[in-house]
């Protein structure tokens, strides 16, 4: 997949495409329905998704001042292995600045879209809006699709036990631990991806060594302990596996900064810089305090044992 994060100066092999708009986090189900309607619109033309960062939520709150607790669920690297996964061959991850925020909604579909983007066809869901202030929505689109020469297509919300997908409802299922609901909601696992940074190495001393990533920005599902399965996307170690993992602050040891610490099962290796992407699976207990390093150890076992006997369960 090719990653445009600009819609000025793009060359001719970039334009063209029929794209699914709007900032696809989560990539769940009714995402997906998107892209298949801009996919189905145009076969002849590259598939595209046309997105923002910041995230268009995040800048606005930074702009008045207003401090907001992380609420996405993806960051844009998550994001962009999903939609390759689905089949976008481009991404156009426009940068939602100043200059984005003032177009009026006429000068956002000429600019970007026609003129920059060069795009054959467009969808989106019923609820998009996009423009300065949020003045236009997939009607206004529609007309100015039709002024200057671009298709767009209009898609039902997609409603799951009788209430639209949204990512708030994502959000709220894994605030309470039930990655499993979630599941259900985005058509694949919860994901959390990134680098794997440098600990403090404890876990390497307690004879369970953990790849270490940070959770900057994003939403927190509930803290504790999960059976989780583990790609590792980049170097010599590439490949899946089983794991369990602690998404917290690691209250034995006085730490206040959530981060998500990965043990992966039968894994010999160095896996410092490389980029993992762990999904939730279950949720195995809440972060606890013990009595001790051998009663800590002794949990870790039998979290251990308890997240081997659920990913070994046929689904």
């Given amino acids: 997949m090719h990653i445009h994060r600009d819609w000025r100066g793009l060359p001719a092999a970039a334009r063209g495409a029929t ?15 998107v892209i298949d309607a801009a996919r189905a619109a145009r076969p002849d033309a590259p598939l595209g998704v046309v997105t923002f960062e910041p995230h268009p939520r995040s800048y606005f709150a930074q702009a008045a001042g207003r401090a907001e607790p992380p609420f996405r669920l993806m960051n844009p690297e998550a994001r962009a292995n ?19 925020a003032s177009l009026a909604p006429p000068d956002f579909a000429r600019e970007v879209l026609a003129e920059g983007l060069g795009v054959v066809h467009v969808a989106v869901g019923a609820d998009f809006r996009f423009g300065r202030g949020r003045q236009g929505d997939a009607s206004t689109l ?3 699709g039709q002024a200057l020469g671009f298709g767009v297509t209009v898609v039902p919300l997609l409603a799951q036990g009788g209430a639209p997908a949204s990512s708030t409802a994502i ?13 259900a909601m985005l058509g694949h696992w919860h994901r959390i991806e990134g680098e794997v940074l440098h600990g403090e190495k404890r876990g390497r001393q307690l004879g369970y060594p953990t790849a270490n990533m940070a959770l900057d920005g994003l939403h927190l599902p509930r803290l504790g302990v999960y059976a989780v399965l583990a790609d590792v996307l980049t170097g010599p170690h590439k490949g899946a596996y089983g794991g369990v993992a602690s998404l917290g602050v690691r209250p ?15 894994f010999t290796g160095d896996l410092y810089g490389e980029h993992l992407s ?12 013990f009595d001790g390093v051998e009663a800590l150890v002794a949990q870790m076992r039998a979290d251990e044992a308890e997240a081997r006997r659920i990913l070994s369960a046929p689904r």
Wanted: proline share 5%.
């Fill in 171 to 183: 959000r709220a299922a894994l605030a309470a631990g039930r990655p499993r609901e979630a599941e």
């Fill in 142 to 144: 529609q007309g100015l």
């Fill in 82 to 100: 999903r939609l390759a996964r689905l089949g976008v061959s481009r991404l156009y991850e426009l940068p939602f600045d100043a200059v984005l």
């Fill in 19 to 33: 794209v699914a708009m709007g900032n696809f986090d989560g990539v769940h189900r009714g995402h997906r329905v």
């Fill in 252 to 266: 034995m040891f006085g730490e206040n900064t959530p981060n998500l610490e990965t043990f992966l099962f039968d």
């Fill in 278 to 289: 762990i999904a939730l699976v279950d949720y195995l207990r809440p972060e606890m305090r």
